[in-house]
C-alpha cells in the first residue's frame, strides 16, 4: 500500500484512546487510499479541465468541497 499502518493508528488514536488492531488500521489505509485516489483523479481532471499542466491546492479544495455538498463525506 502506499501508506504505512503507523500513521493510520495514530490517526485513529488522535480521536480516542483504545487500542488500534492492525486489521482496523489496515482498514483505515485502504478507506484512506481509495478516497485518495477519487480525489486525485477528479483534482486531476478540473486541472486538465482548465487547460493546466499542474494540479493546483485549489483543484484538490474544490474537489472536496464538491464532495462535501454532495453529502459524500462527513
Do not use: C
Not at 500513521?7 to 482498514?27: N, Q, T, V
Request: aromatic residues 2%; proline residues 1%.
Amino acid at each position: 500500500e502506499d501508506f504505512t499502518l503507523a500513521p493510520m493508528r495514530r490517526l485513529l488514536r488522535k480521536h480516542g484512546d483504545l487500542r488500534i488492531s492492525e486489521g482496523a488500521a489496515e482498514e483505515m489505509r485502504s478507506a484512506i487510499g481509495e478516497y485518495g485516489s477519487k480525489i486525485a483523479e477528479a483534482a486531476i481532471a478540473h486541472a486538465k479541465s482548465e487547460g493546466r499542466k499542474t494540479v493546483l491546492d485549489r483543484d484538490i479544495r474544490s474537489v472536496v468541497e464538491k464532495a462535501g455538498d454532495s453529502g459524500e463525506s462527513s
